[in-house]
Structures are given as structure tokens and as C-alpha cells.
């Protein structure tokens, strides 16, 4: 009795954890990331986060939502009075726009301006839930209609890695003055990715049923549909240039899921690049030398006049 007591002690604290853990825990993972400056992650670059370290000229600016989240921003300049054109940059999940400032001074010294982007719930931008381009998306509409109004005429194109990739095919989609995109290291379904970033969590369990449960809950604290959030659906809209770029050991991301972006895309301009060994956050560091000649010589043909 006293065994089987035990065991019903054990099963009952276990079924309690799990519930909470599936009910409270798991839906605010992906939706309420966590919220870093570049305080926080100064380990991230080699040169660390400061723009004087990369000779970098930067202006900090604020631009506000349609649904009245302020968000942060920094304008780069480019290493010549008159830019060819602005890039956007935009960070991975639990990053920071100074995450983007080694891309930042590789786009100044090909001639190009960029604006580095706090998404919201992200670095110093307001905001409480990530929404996975949802929101995001129509935000990044915010940031063109900023730059029309400050740099009237000048050609725009967008540039994310990891979530960011996923936010800039979706404001692609919804907005046409990105004449171009580099999109690097995204998913293509939002459900597909967090079953694999669920997996972590749960042993390695992957589970539809219980993930398209915990998504649901997530939705309905963060108020927005999960299954809008698709890039997948994005890229079979977008015709303009695209540049894809995904490493083959990507454990996060599997490359797998990039490619299937750019496999719908339409853009007949479209091109596939993949880092041999490259995994979720060291492409650059891997192939530093080739991806810029990449990113470089795609936006030089591109988008330069």
C-alpha cells in the first residue's frame, strides 16, 4: 500500500507540473521573448555593440505603430554623402538592433544606409508579445512610410536573420516599396518551428497536437492568429529580388524550412545560398568574406540605380 501510495504521489505531482508547465509556461515562451539591450549582448560580435567601433555614424529615432507601440530605432549611414539606398535590418528573436551593426558597416561601405530595428517586445522597443510577423509585418509599413518621409525617393530593401527574416518576407508581402530582400536563416510555417524549438523543452517530443494547443493559448494572450503567421505564404506573393541564405547544420531552423521559402517564390530574380557547415547564428563567421561579396553583389544588381 505504502508503494502504491508513493506512486499515486508521484503521478499526481507529475500531472500537476506537466499541466502547468503546458497551461502557464510553454505559451509565453515564443510569444514573451526575452527582452535584451546591447548591455546584454555585447558578446555577440566581435567588435562588440558600440557603432563607434565599426566607424559607424548613427542617429537614434522613435516611430510609433498602428497600435501605438513606440518602437527604437538606429539610422546608419552609408560612407558616402548620397546612399544608393536603405537597407532595414532586423534582429533574431531575443536580440537587439545592435546585433546588425557588423551587416550595418558592410552595407555603409558598399555605399548603402540601413536602419537597425528594435522589433516590438524586443531590445529598448515597447510592446509586450512577439507575434511572429503578424503585427510585425505592418509595422515594418511604419518604418517605410518614416524613411519616405526623412529620405524622399530613395529605393529601400529589407534585410532579417531568423525571426527577422521571417518578419521581412511578411512585410514584403504587404508592402511593395521593399524593392528587395536578404533573408536569412527563417522558417516558412510558424506551428513547424515551434514544435522543433518545443522539442527542447520537451525531451525531444514533438508533437502536432500539443503544439497547435499551446499555440492556441499563446494567440489568445498575445491577440493574433498563430496561423497568419507564414512565411511560406509571404514568399508565393513576392516577386521582386529575393536572396536566401541558410546553413546546412542549422539545428534551430532547419534548412530545410528556408528552402521551402524560396522554392514558392515566384521572383524570377530569386537565388538559393547555402553555408556548408554553417549553423543557426555563425553563418558569418563561417563565411564572412563570401556572404558579403553575396549580399553585396545581389543588392549592387539588384537595387543600385
Known amino acids: 500500500m505504502k508503494i502504491l501510495r508513493n506512486s499515486l ?34 558578446w555577440a560580435l566581435p567588435k562588440g555593440l ?19 507601440i513606440q518602437l527604437c530605432a538606429l539610422l546608419v549611414s552609408a560612407y558616402r554623402d548620397t546612399p544608393l539606398a536603405t537597407i532595414v535590418l532586423i534582429h533574431g528573436i531575443s536580440g537587439c ?16 544606409a540601413s536602419l537597425l530595428l528594435d522589433l516590438r517586445a524586443h531590445g529598448e522597443s515597447e510592446g509586450v508579445y512577439c507575434t511572429f510577423g503578424v503585427k510585425e509585418k505592418n509595422d515594418l509599413r511604419v518604418v517605410a512610410d518614416t524613411l519616405e518621409r526623412r529620405f524622399p525617393k530613395q529605393k529601400l530593401g529589407i534585410w ?12 514584403m508581402e504587404v508592402e511593395p516599396r521593399y524593392q528587395i530582400g536578404i533573408i536569412e536563416s527563417t522558417f516558412d510555417e510558424y506551428e513547424k518551428v515551434a514544435m522543433e524549438y518545443g522539442a527542447q523543452w520537451l525531451f525531444g517530443l514533438r508533437s502536432a497536437w500539443l503544439t497547435a494547443h499551446i499555440l492556441e493559448k499563446s494567440g489568445e494572450i498575445a491577440h493574433f492568429d498563430p496561423e497568419m503567421a507564414m512565411p511560406v505564404a509571404a514568399a508565393r506573393q513576392i516577386e521582386r529580388p529575393v536572396l536566401f541564405i541558410h546553413g546546412d547544420r542549422d539545428a534551430r531552423i532547419p534548412m530545410s524550412f528556408g528552402k521551402n521559402n524560396f522554392e514558392v517564390c515566384p521572383a524570377p530574380t530569386k537565388k538559393w545560398y547555402r553555408v556548408h557547415g554553417g549553423g543557426h547564428n555563425n553563418l558569418w563567421r563561417k563565411e564572412y568574406e563570401a556572404l558579403k561579396r553575396e549580399t553585396v553583389g545581389f543588392l549592387q544588381q539588384h537595387l543600385t540605380p
Open 9 to 42: 504521489i508521484v503521478v499526481a505531482i507529475l500531472s500537476i507540473g506537466g499541466y502547468y508547465l503546458v497551461e502557464k509556461v510553454l505559451p509565453y515562451v515564443g510569444i514573451k521573448p526575452m527582452r535584451r539591450t546591447a548591455a546584454d549582448m555585447n
Open 50 to 68: 558600440n557603432p563607434d567601433s565599426y566607424a559607424l555614424k548613427t542617429q537614434k529615432i522613435s516611430l510609433f505603430t498602428p497600435d501605438s
Open 97 to 112: 538592433k545592435e546585433t546588425q551593426l557588423e551587416r550595418a558597416q558592410v552595407l555603409a561601405e558598399a555605399g548603402y
Open 160 to 171: 532579417g536573420a531568423s525571426l527577422g527574416g521571417a518578419v521581412a518576407l511578411q512585410a
